[in-house]
């Protein structure tokens, strides 16, 4: 079994092996992934995080041994945080984005493929435990960034995409797309028991889910679709004020977080 890891900032995860195909998610800086399919210039990899597979091209990671990824794994794991962060050495610097994680050793040192490598920036301060009291600022912090179909960062991110990383700030990890999002979770029966936090799915006209938005309370959702906004919701859906009508019709809410009494 090989493995590789993504030696740069944030790169593309196409469905096929051209550069001109659907781009279906992106690698950040240090995931790691199983190497499935090598050919000239792509290989085919499925996340170790995720499962999430897709193709990534040739020169856009390090491949690994296991005990080069056992040994990157020892250091303790941090997520870069709101404000970013920059990873750098005397002859390479990487800027990486909101939600990175790195796994750090003592002194704020990154070894990984190789390179040893000095981190400077913020770091997630956000727990489990904070979900409830923090997730909504989190969340809003996002509001105006551009959809990107694929994208996982703050220069382009997809519905559910942003529902990974903010919920991944607080140590809880989502599937990549919406209709797997979907299938895990408790299900929220009434609109009124809505909580901050929980997650809204909507689907097509073939019953297909296809979006995904975090609630900011009862009413109010926020999720990416042109670019992250800020959006009414009833039982039937989501009310764009903009276009003054539905944009996406309701099928389930869910809860994966703890949130006490």
């Given at each position: 079994m090989k493995y590789g890891i993504c030696t740069l900032a944030l790169v593309p995860l196409r469905l096929e092996q051209a550069h001109r195909s659907e781009m279906v998610s992106q690698v950040l800086f240090g995931e790691l992934f199983e190497i499935l399919n090598e050919q000239p210039e792509w290989t085919y990899i499925r996340m170790l995080d995720t499962s999430y597979m897709g193709w990534i091209q040739n020169g856009q990671f390090t491949q690994l041994h296991q005990e080069t990824m056992d040994g990157y794994l020892k250091g303790k794991p941090h997520l870069v945080g709101r404000e970013g962060g920059l990873l750098y050495n005397a002859s390479k610097q990487f800027s990486l984005c909101h939600?990175?994680?790195?796994?750090?050793?003592?002194?704020?040192?990154?070894?990984?493929?190789?390179?040893?490598?000095?981190?400077?920036?913020?770091?997630?301060?956000?727990?489990?435990?904070?979900?409830?009291?923090?997730?909504?600022?989190?969340?809003?912090?996002?509001?105006?960034?551009?959809?990107?179909?694929?994208?996982?960062?703050?220069?382009?991110?997809?519905?559910?995409?942003?529902?990974?990383?903010?919920?991944?700030?607080?140590?809880i990890s989502l599937p990549r797309d919406a209709y797997q999002q979907a299938e895990i979770g408790m299900t929220v029966d009434f609109i009124s028991e809505i909580k901050a936090g929980d997650l809204a799915f909507f689907d097509n006209a073939d019953g297909r889910i296809t979006h995904v938005g975090i609630m900011l309370d009862s009413d109010t959702i926020i999720h990416a679709s042109a670019k992250v906004r800020v959006d009414r919701m009833d039982s039937e859906g989501i009310f764009n004020g903009e276009l003054n009508r539905y944009s996406h019709k309701l099928r389930i809410i869910k809860r994966y977080h703890e949130t006490g009494p």
């Open positions: 939600g990175t994680k790195l796994y750090l050793t003592k002194r704020d040192k990154c070894s990984v493929a190789g390179m040893e490598l000095d981190y400077q920036g913020s770091v997630n301060p956000f727990s489990r435990g904070m979900f409830q009291s923090e997730v909504v600022n989190l969340a809003r912090s996002y509001q105006d960034a551009p959809y990107l179909w694929g994208g996982r960062s703050q220069w382009g991110i997809d519905c559910s995409g942003f529902s990974q990383l903010i919920y991944g700030c607080f140590d």
